[in-house]
Nanobody
């Protein structure tokens, strides 16, 4: 059974930084995808960043150059370093995994965490 636990969210001012963490258990990162998604108030869920064994790392266009996804294979932890945060980055952020290795940012992942809130104020 896959379990995903996010942490690291919080409230920051525009221009600030946060680092999200996702502790993953029950999922083998050697095959498949791991990703970060977000849902802003009143909006649908969108893929922010992902790493897939066949397609590599992908980023949402609006976060390229500001967000960096990384993974610690030793601890099976997925990270999202978020710099130069903007008000429009305010959302609930979710970690997700799936055994399919081609999903990239598609909202089709099988397993999800409970989310961590990120609030960016002006």
């Amino acid at each position: 059974q896959v379990q995903l636990v996010e942490s690291g969210g919080g409230s920051v001012q525009e221009g600030g930084s946060l680092r999200l963490s996702c502790a993953v258990s029950g999922f083998t990162s050697s095959s498949g995808c791991m990703g970060w998604f977000r849902r802003a108030p009143g909006q649908g869920r969108e893929g922010v960043a992902s790493i897939c064994t066949t397609t590599g790392i992908a980023y949402l266009n609006s976060v390229k150059g500001r967000f960096t996804l990384s993974r610690d294979n030793a601890t099976n932890t997925l990270y999202l370093q978020m710099n130069s945060l903007k008000a429009e980055d305010t959302a609930m952020y979710y970690c997700a995994t799936d055994s399919r290795s081609w999903l990239r940012l598609m909202d089709m992942y099988r397993d999800w965490g409970q989310g961590t809130q990120v609030t960016v104020s002006t």
